[in-house]
């Protein structure tokens, strides 16, 4: 009997993934980059169904605009980690986490944070995944 092939396609896992961020999601800015509120506009690396509305969790890199924030980088389309959700997901070990709001941090196409200190806490799985932004945190839960 042949072995059944994992469906996938993304770049990396994205094992146990809940849908927390999509498309439209406004996000809190939690960097002192000036952006105060962004707009999530694409999930870059995710290959999905057509018409599917793209999403992403903890730890994951978007793309977003500035809708509110300082007046020179109002409009402007740039890379974002996101480090909190509102969705309740559960970690391997068990646990659910929950944050109180949608929070990112505003970052370089590499990965490198724009602002020099993180607002609040700072998800596990994001800190894991991108090592500059878990040096500039100062909560990790």
Known sequence: MPMKKAKGGAAYPRRGLVAGIQVGTMLVVADNSGAKLVQVIGVPEVKTRLRRIPYASVGDMVVVTVKKGNIDLKGQVMRAVIIRQKKPYRRPDGTWVAFEDN?????????????????GPVAREAAERWPPIANIASIIV
């Open 103 to 119: 929070a990112c941090v505003i970052v370089t196409p590499d990965g490198m944070p724009k602002g020099r200190e993180v607002r």
